[in-house]
């Protein structure tokens, strides 16, 4: 599986940006699909994550209500973040990654970056 993550950019605080990312390969024993980020000097931080069968979602709070994830299976298999209202906390590399089953991420995205400027 190779993911391809694409939509990052600088916005300034209180704008929006939404990220792509673009699955190919083994696509159709993806299950989960999610977002993480890497913020300078931090550890990487899961965000969202989409059950690409049912579309059940979930979130940290963080980012609750402000982000939403969204995807497609199937041969068009991706997964999407709309981000709004971005922070300037909200500065760091995004990635994207997949799994078949189970705790881990086995697939990860080549990462996008976003900064938002205060």
């Known amino acids: 599986v190779q993911l391809q993550a694409s939509g990052g950019g600088l916005v300034q605080a209180g704008g929006s940006l939404r990220l792509s990312c673009a699955a190919s390969?083994?696509?159709?024993?993806?299950?989960?699909m999610g977002w993480f980020r890497q913020a300078p000097g931090k550890d990487r931080e899961f965000l969202a994550q989409?059950?690409?069968?049912?579309?059940?979602?979930?979130y940290v709070d963080s980012v609750k209500g402000r982000f939403t994830i969204s995807g497609e299976k199937g041969k068009n298999t991706a997964v999407y973040l709309q981000m709004n209202n971005l922070k300037f906390e909200d500065t760091a590399v995004y990635y994207c990654?997949?799994?078949?089953?189970?705790?881990?991420?086995?697939?990860w995205g080549q990462g996008t970056l976003v900064t938002v400027s205060s």
């Open positions: 989409i059950t690409l069968s049912t579309g059940t979602t979930y």
């Open positions: 990654a997949a799994k078949f089953g189970g705790a881990d991420y086995q697939y």
């Open positions: 390969g083994n696509i159709y024993g993806i299950y989960y």
